[in-house]
């Protein structure tokens, strides 16, 4: 473990440091938190290019992408949560009711206290920072742990976020044993980013301290498309969100259904949009990223190699070179059948199976019968199956014409249902998800019209009671 916190006995000395801080009030004024923000802010724009540099030594990431993914993404988030954290944190007046008037009710949003968060290395930054984000602005300390599988990036972060944010924001790197270690203590929130195994190990040891927990999760993320839309620009954005990073976004299309007929328009149009976007061979494209480990390429390699040799009604549209010395493999569109070895879990590689079937009801129901999606996009202009797909169907996210877009706007909550996760943040969300909403309550002792209920209760207050206090039946207005 080459960290901040590096010693024997470092990761209980790091969330103690976290805890007494918090202890001392210092994080929750709102200057405080805006500061941090801004020293994130300026951390993040003064080692661009270290930051940058890391996210292509661990992904093969090309800078504009590291911009618009993951270091823009967050001073994006950055500018938007500052923006509007005042009022955000403004207490919210609640209706009292009349029974128990004069009083006067709200909430206010507290810190929870020391978060841990726990990040994966597809977007190793990103997803490191954006929930800190969130957590700082609401008021609380944060231990960071970045992904082992992004190297780089960790030691980056371990090395700039203690010089920009000393004390609210720990970084402790390492992999199964320091996370292990981390686990065994006593959080006010634990933010989990990466893949339900580790979800399941996260939950149960937050178990042991009633911690709760934020799990962003992953999962298959369908796609279905019908005749009626443009099905070239539906191509061109299916491909950029599906080969961004090789395919290792937990929100990339997965997999597309459709009829025969849509499929094999769909088919064409997106091997001329991968060339498009990443010329006639990918390897030398400069936008084109690698596999971020050799266990990563064998597992997506093979489950393609497996359906291209023994898929029933697997058929190859295009792609399908790779390279394990490099860990790369080419953009690949296939047809495939719903047994295929590439429909059994999340593919997280840049293979796109096509998956026929009668009509969006028949899609609908192949959807349903799977664990919830983390996102669902559609690409249909027919109003009756977009109502369907929004009315049948459910999913951490439905997007209609885009993928993956909707990670960037910052009012919409992200997260997952069921198997893809639980709990949601950005913007106002995150603020949300890291702070105890309080009711507050303040009734004057004079006049006490509590007195009417008082015991004893005689025949009077009973009235009283049953008729202004809890009414014996409350008859609901007919719509
Ligand atoms: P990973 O291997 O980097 O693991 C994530 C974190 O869990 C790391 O920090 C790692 O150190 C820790 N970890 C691993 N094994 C552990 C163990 N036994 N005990 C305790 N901690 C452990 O990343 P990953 O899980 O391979 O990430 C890919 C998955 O994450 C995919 O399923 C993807 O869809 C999902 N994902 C979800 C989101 C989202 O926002 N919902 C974003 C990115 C990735």
Not at 47 to 52: M, P, V
Not at 304 to 320: F, K, P, T
Not at 330 to 347: D, F
Request: charged share 20%; net charge positive.
């Amino acid at each position: 473990m080459s960290t901040q916190a590096s010693r024997p006995g470092s990761i209980r000395d790091a969330v103690t440091a976290a805890r007494s801080l918090f202890a001392t009030g210092a994080s929750k004024p709102l200057a405080w938190r805006l500061d941090r923000l801004k020293a994130m802010n300026q951390m993040l724009l003064d080692h661009r290019d270290d930051f940058s540099s890391a996210l292509a030594a661990d992904l093969g990431k090309h800078p504009a992408e590291a911009w618009l993914t993951e270091i823009g993404f967050l001073t994006a988030e950055i500018s938007h949560t500052a923006k509007h954290l005042k009022r955000w944190l403004a207490p919210q007046r609640v209706e009292v009711p009349p029974a128990l008037q004069p009083a006067k009710a709200h909430t206010v949003l507290e810190p929870l206290g020391v978060v841990l968060v726990i990040a994966p290395w597809n977007y190793p930054i990103q997803l490191l920072l954006a929930p800190v984000i969130g957590a700082l602005a609401a008021g609380n300390t944060v231990v960071a742990k970045p992904s082992e599988m992004a190297p780089a990036c960790s030691a980056a972060l371990a090395r700039w976020v203690p010089e920009y944010l000393s004390g609210a924001v720990t970084v402790v790197e390492g992999g199964v044993p320091e996370t292990t270690e981390l686990l065994a203590e006593r959080f006010d929130h634990i933010f989990y980013t990466g893949n339900g195994r580790v979800g399941r190990i996260v939950m149960e040891a937050a178990a042991r301290h009633l911690t709760p927990v934020t799990l962003e999760l992953g999962g298959k993320s369908p796609v279905y498309i019908d005749d009626t839309v443009d099905m070239k620009a539906a191509a061109a954005r299916i491909a950029w969100g599906k080969f961004m990073n090789a395919g290792q976004t937990c929100v990339a299309p997965d997999y597309v259904l459709g009829t025969p007929g849509a499929l094999a328009r769909l088919a064409r149009e997106l091997g001329k949009a991968i060339l498009a976007q990443h010329g006639d061979d990918p390897a030398h494209s400069p936008a084109y990223g690698r596999m971020a480990t050799d266990a990563a390429f064998a597992r997506v390699a093979g489950m393609l190699e497996q359906d291209l040799r023994h898929g029933e009604g697997s058929r190859l549209v295009s792609g399908g070179r790779h390279e394990a010395a490099t860990r790369y493999i080419e953009p690949t569109v296939l047809h495939v059948g719903s047994g295929a070895a590439l429909m059994k879990e999340e593919i997280f590689g840049p293979v796109l199976p096509l998956v026929t079937v009668e009509s969006a009801q028949d899609a609908i129901n192949f959807i349903n019968v799977r664990d919830k999606p983390l996102s669902l996009y559609v690409f249909s202009s027919d109003t009756g199956v977009r109502a369907a797909f929004t009315q049948r169907t459910s999913s951490g996210a439905l997007n209609f014409g885009v993928p993956v877009a909707h990670l960037s706007v910052p009012g919409l909550p992200f997260g997952g249902v069921g198997a893809s996760g639980m709990g949601n943040y950005h913007g106002q969300h995150s603020v949300h998800t890291f702070s105890h909403r309080k009711p507050v309550l303040d009734k004057p002792l004079s006049p006490d019209t509590l007195a009417l209920v008082y015991p004893p209760s005689g025949a009077l207050k009973r009235q009283v009671i049953t008729r202004l206090v809890a009414p014996a039946k409350r008859r609901l207005r007919a719509r």
